[in-house]
Every structure is written in C-alpha cells, then in structure tokens.
C-alpha cells in the first residue's frame, strides 16, 4: 500500500484549483494548457483572476465553463505575446552568414516559426530573406494557437513608438536596407508592407496537440518551449525532428536546450552560440 503524502507532499487548494481549470478548459474548448510551466501559468491565472475581479481561480473555471465569450480573454493570459522585430540581432545575423548560404542552394523552400505570436519574427524573417534574394521562393508558415495573435500577426501593424527598437535590431542583425523601406507610418502606427505577408501561410497550430504537417528546411521556435514542462518539450522536439528535411536547421531561444530531450541525438550544433541546430541523418 501507497504511504499517505505528509502535508508537505500535498498540492495546495490553489494548485488543486488550477489543475481543474485547466483540465476544464482543455475539456470545453480543446485547449491544452495541463502541461505548461506550473510555476508560470500560476502567476499568469492570479492575474487573470485580478482582471475578471473574481474571488478564486474556482469563481474563474465557473466563468470560464458558462460564459465561452471570455475564451479569448483568457487565451491571451494564459499564451505568452512578448516579442520584438530581430530579437536577439545575434541570432538573424547567424541566419544571414551562416545558414541563408546552405538553404540559397534550394529550389524552393519552406520555413516554420511557430509560436509566432503578434508577428514580429514572422516580418523580421521575411524582410531577412528578401535582403538575401529569398523570399519569393520560400513559403513561410506562421502558427500560433492565440487566434488574436494571429489576426494581428496577418494585420502586420506595430506601434510607432517600437519602430526605434526594430530599426536598431534590425541594423545590428546585418540588415541590408533601412526598415524604413518596409513599412508606412499611419496615425502613429507602422504598417508593414503586404509584399512581405504574399507567401506567408497564417495558421493556428497547437505544439501539445497538433501533428506534421510538412518538411521544412527551417523552423525556428523561439522562447516558447521554456513555458512548457520536460514532458511537452520532449514531445515539440520530437514534432521538430519529424517536420525538417533531411540536414533541415532549428533555432530555439537562448534559454532553452535539446540536451534533455530523448530526440537531441537527431540534431546536431551548427551555431551553439545562437541554439541553432541541423537535423542529422539516422
């Protein structure tokens, strides 16, 4: 017989709430939040719980289940949206002088950045291919599972006051151009260029739930598995693995790894110093 858990053991009434939120929010509307970061979907649930004025994150699950009008709401505390235009310059210039040289020898091509979130990575890689004579023949696919991220992501319009921080990222990932040439102002806001979204595929995609859907030669997925538990990060690398094409390159934020993962013998360092990886034979 099982020892009983001593008090110390035992999850909190808050922990116990949250695993039933999120299990009925995974059982209502088909999103699956069960494996993510405790520690992280905790802090972001006490805020949601402050901005719906609600006394417990019981009082949350009941609007949750009986009002469906605050799922969207809740998507965007519960998905992480922080990003720049050419975050981490470092990690673009690595692309441009390192990996652009192999995948200038395809074809055709078709990248992935998933979790793509309001779309600043999404802009920054095309105007990265475009500088490198690229675009036109690549098929980039954008996915993110926050249905408001990705309609801002497709509208493509940023605050004028985040342009300064575009245009120095930008400068320093070994732009070619001015970022100026890439966008208009318009009553305080920026908005990028259509010509930049023509061969840009916009679809929601679940890391948790979804399957492959196609052979990419570059995926890059960027500050999002660190929100996951080891379990859901094994299972994205995994996704990861299966979706590139043979020698295929995965990027990851500077805060994540492979090296936990069962799959990381399929990927091979290729800039370690940016968490830019190629896909191995075997």
């Avoid at 210039?93 to 395809?106: D, F, G, I, N, S």
């Avoid at 091509?109 to 690549?138: H, N, P």
């Avoid at 040439?181 to 009553?187: E, G, K, Q, S």
């Avoid at 570059?218 to 080891?230: E, G, K, Q």
Wanted: proline share 3%; charged share 25%.
């Amino acid at each position: 017989m099982d020892a009983a858990l001593t008090p110390s053991q035992q999850p909190s009434v808050e922990d116990i709430e949250i695993q039933l939120l999120l299990e009925a929010i995974f059982l209502r509307y088909h999103y699956d939040f069960r494996h993510y970061a405790r520690a992280s979907i905790k802090r972001r649930l006490m805020q949601a719980r402050i901005h719906f004025g609600v006394p417990s994150i019981t009082a949350l699950q009941d609007r949750v289940l009986h009002d469906p009008a605050i799922l969207d709401q809740m998507l965007g505390f519960l998905t992480v949206q922080v990003s720049e235009m050419f975050r981490d310059p470092s990690y673009f210039r690595a692309l441009r002088e390192q990996v652009l040289p192999h995948l200038k020898t395809y074809p055709s091509l078709k990248i992935w950045i998933a979790g793509c979130s309001t779309g600043e990575e999404v802009y920054s890689m095309a105007i990265l291919f475009k500088e490198e004579g690229l675009l036109d023949r690549t098929l980039i696919y954008a996915t993110d599972i926050n249905p408001d991220a990705l309609a801002a992501a497709k509208a493509g319009v940023y605050a004028n006051d985040r342009i300064r921080k575009f245009t120095e990222n930008h400068q320093k990932s070994g732009g070619r151009s001015s970022l100026s040439d890439y966008y208009r102002a318009d009553y305080g806001r920026a908005v990028f260029d259509s010509s930049l979204r023509a061969n840009v595929v916009f679809s929601d995609h679940s890391l948790v739930s979804d399957a492959v859907f196609g052979e990419m030669q570059l995926i890059s997925c960027r500050n999002v598995m660190i929100y996951f538990d080891r379990d859901l990060q094994d299972r994205a690398v995994g996704l990861f693995k299966d979706s590139l094409s043979r020698h295929g390159f995965l990027g990851i934020g500077s805060k994540e790894s492979l090296r936990f993962s069962r799959h990381a013998g399929a990927f091979a360092d290729f800039v370690p110093s940016e968490k830019i990886y190629r896909r191995q034979d075997g």
